[in-house]
């Protein structure tokens, strides 16, 4: 799903998922030259792939088929961990792409699980309460038999949410009574033994990892988040919840969108008000106070960190070279393309890749199954600290390592490598490193 970026946007970049996560699968993997190359290439396949077709009654009374995916792309460190998606252009391709990058999320945050992701293929705007209940009961039931807490354990993802994890749940529980069912997913309501601070746990793991690598200084004059001027495309769970983050501790939020446009506002916004706004209109365009921008224009203006929180593709070969922000958080899954990577790479604009930026949720996604295995509830505060002692933890693993190759310890004088790449490598060979353990490989 490229979004809204169709390949003209693009330029000439193949915007294949597949393709990309090869690539970047590749650029890192170039730098750990003594993996054996077959265990390279087990490494890149998928585990398990589920493609189901379903019938669904609609409130017309007509019958509707639906597709749905879910894969597995690895579990050597745990069960498959990762979201669901509802939207009309998700592929499978995607899918597996989304399912390799929990892999790599969940083995650099050091989670006990490895990498999955599903998608129904649906658009969740036109479609009314009770539809998406029935579509998310039957797609459960057709997966049922390889979901479980100890084997595949989904989560939220592009419009879906507390409901559809309910709803997940009871149905799972009901195919298999008598046992204590409710790690088969995380992001469910609190009530349901939902994590305290799991809806805001992306959002907030943004602003950690970003505040952590602030302040190792490798930006002129911009050492903290207080004073910087943000940029965030997308409104909805992580963005919405960066937004108000960055502007607790000083930030200006210069602009925010959803897929209806944006806003921008010179003197800065306040997202709790463009949320209100957002509750009763529907959508940011036309808050008071503010201009209208696009999407488009947003990722282009004037400011010092620009945070993608919508979907993948959004920053590519054509306007990465006019990005004028001096950090990339990638709130999203998969926003830049392997050439926007390279672009901004060479103008001096260094991004925090998604496998760190938005790793908060599944670290607290990790919290809420290991609360469920217990039956308890931790606090908000609780949650939270763990969550922000991991990312920052992780930042540091990735900064560091990239010292390693900024001094010459490692690279052999080849290119310095981006972050995303360096996250990539030190992921790969953990993952690499407990398949051999482990005798998987042989
Ligand atoms: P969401 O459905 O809550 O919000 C998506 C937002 O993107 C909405 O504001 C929507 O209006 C906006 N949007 C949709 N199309 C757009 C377009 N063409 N241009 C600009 N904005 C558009 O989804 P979310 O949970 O906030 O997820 C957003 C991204 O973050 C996805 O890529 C998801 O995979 C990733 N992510 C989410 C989580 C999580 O915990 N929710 C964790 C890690 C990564």
Same mark, same amino acid.
């Given at each position: 799903?490229? &979004?809204?970026?169709?390949?003209?946007? $693009?330029?000439?970049e193949?915007?294949?998922?597949?393709?990309?996560?090869?690539?970047?699968?590749?650029?890192?993997t170039d730098?750990?030259?003594?993996l054996?190359?077959? !265990?390279?290439?087990?490494?890149?396949?998928?585990?398990?792939?589920?493609? +189901?077709?379903?019938?669904?009654?609609?409130?017309?009374?007509?019958?509707?088929?639906?597709?749905?995916?879910r894969?597995?792309?690895?579990?050597?460190?745990?069960?498959?961990?990762?979201?669901?998606?509802?939207?009309?252009?998700?592929?499978m391709?995607?899918?597996? $792409? !989304?399912?390799?990058?929990?892999?790599?999320k969940?083995?650099?945050?050091?989670?006990?699980?490895g990498?999955?992701?599903g998608?129904? +293929?649906?658009?969740?705007?036109?479609?009314?309460?009770?539809?998406?209940?029935?579509?998310?009961?039957?797609?459960?039931?057709?997966l049922?038999?390889?979901?479980?807490?100890?084997?595949?354990?989904?989560?939220p993802d592009?419009?879906t949410?507390?409901?559809t994890?309910?709803?997940?749940?009871?149905?799972?529980d009901?195919?298999?009574? &008598?046992?204590?069912?409710?790690?088969?997913?995380?992001?469910?309501?609190?009530e349901?033994?939902?994590?305290?601070?799991?809806?805001?746990?992306?959002?907030?793991?943004?602003?950690?990892?970003?505040?952590?690598?602030?302040?190792?200084?490798?930006?002129?004059?911009?050492?903290?988040v207080?004073?910087?001027? +943000?940029?965030?495309?997308?409104?909805?769970?992580?963005?919405?919840?960066?937004?108000?983050?960055?502007?607790?501790?000083?930030?200006?939020?210069?602009?925010?969108?959803? $897929?209806?446009?944006g806003?921008?506002?010179?003197?800065?916004?306040?997202p709790?008000?463009?949320?209100?706004?957002?509750?009763?209109q529907?959508?940011?365009s036309?808050?008071?106070?503010s201009?209208?921008?696009?999407?488009?224009?947003?990722?282009?203006?004037?400011?010092?960190?620009?945070?993608?929180?919508?979907?993948?593709?959004q920053?590519?070969?054509?306007?990465?070279?006019?990005i004028?922000?001096? !950090?990339?958080?990638?709130?999203?899954?998969?926003?830049?393309?392997?050439?926007?990577?390279?672009?901004?790479?060479?103008?001096?604009?260094?991004?925090?890749?998604?496998?760190?930026?938005?790793?908060?949720?599944?670290?607290v996604?990790?919290?809420?199954w290991?609360?469920?295995?217990?039956?308890?509830?931790?606090?908000?505060e609780?949650?939270?600290?763990k969550?922000?002692?991991?990312?920052?933890?992780?930042?540091?693993?990735?900064?560091?390592?990239?010292?390693?190759?900024?001094?010459?310890?490692?690279g052999?004088?080849?290119?310095?490598?981006?972050?995303?790449?360096v996250?990539?490598?030190?992921?790969?060979?953990?993952?690499?490193?407990?398949?051999?353990?482990? &005798?998987?490989?042989p």
């Amino acid at each position: 799903m490229s &979004g809204a970026t169709t390949d003209a946007d $693009s330029g000439v970049e193949n915007l294949d998922p597949i393709a990309i996560s090869e690539a970047r699968f590749e650029r890192a993997t170039d730098c750990l030259d003594r993996l054996h190359r077959g !265990l390279v290439d087990f490494l890149k396949h998928p585990k398990r792939v589920n493609l +189901v077709n379903f019938p669904v009654e609609m409130d017309d009374d007509s019958v509707r088929s639906f597709q749905g995916f879910r894969v597995v792309h690895n579990r050597v460190f745990g069960p498959g961990k990762g979201g669901i998606r509802y939207h009309p252009d998700v592929t499978m391709e995607e899918v597996v $792409s !989304l399912a390799k990058l929990m892999t790599w999320k969940c083995a650099l945050l050091g989670l006990p699980f490895g990498g999955a992701k599903g998608g129904v +293929v649906c658009d969740p705007k036109q479609l009314s309460e009770r539809e998406l209940r029935r579509i998310t009961r039957r797609f459960t039931s057709e997966l049922h038999e390889s979901l479980g807490p100890f084997q595949d354990i989904p989560a939220p993802d592009l419009y879906t949410g507390a409901q559809t994890m309910a709803w997940i749940y009871d149905t799972y529980d009901m195919l298999h009574p &008598g046992y204590n069912n409710r790690a088969v997913v995380t992001g469910k309501p609190i009530e349901m033994g939902g994590a305290l601070g799991r809806h805001e746990a992306t959002g907030n793991g943004c602003l950690f990892a970003t505040q952590r690598f602030l302040s190792r200084g490798l930006i002129a004059d911009l050492q903290e988040v207080a004073g910087a001027r +943000v940029s965030i495309q997308g409104f909805g769970d992580v963005g919405s919840v960066a937004a108000e983050a960055f502007h607790r501790q000083g930030a200006k939020i210069v602009a925010l969108s959803d $897929s209806g446009g944006g806003i921008f506002r010179e003197e800065g916004l306040d997202p709790a008000a463009v949320r209100q706004f957002k509750d009763e209109q529907g959508r940011v365009s036309g808050m008071p106070g503010s201009r209208a921008v696009s999407n488009a224009e947003l990722l282009e203006l004037d400011c010092d960190i620009l945070l993608p929180a919508a979907l993948g593709n959004q920053i590519h070969a054509v306007n990465a070279p006019r990005i004028k922000a001096r !950090l990339v958080v990638e709130g999203a899954n998969n926003p830049t393309t392997p050439a926007a990577d390279r672009i901004l790479q060479q103008r001096g604009i260094h991004l925090l890749p998604d496998i760190l930026a938005n790793a908060g949720g599944v670290t607290v996604s990790y919290y809420e199954w290991v609360q469920n295995q217990v039956n308890e509830q931790w606090d908000y505060e609780t949650t939270t600290e763990k969550m922000r002692a991991k990312i920052q933890g992780a930042t540091d693993t990735v900064f560091n390592r990239w010292q390693r190759f900024v001094v010459g310890e490692e690279g052999e004088g080849g290119e310095i490598p981006d972050f995303r790449t360096v996250a990539l490598v030190i992921a790969i060979e953990r993952v690499a490193h407990a398949t051999l353990m482990r &005798g998987i490989w042989p």
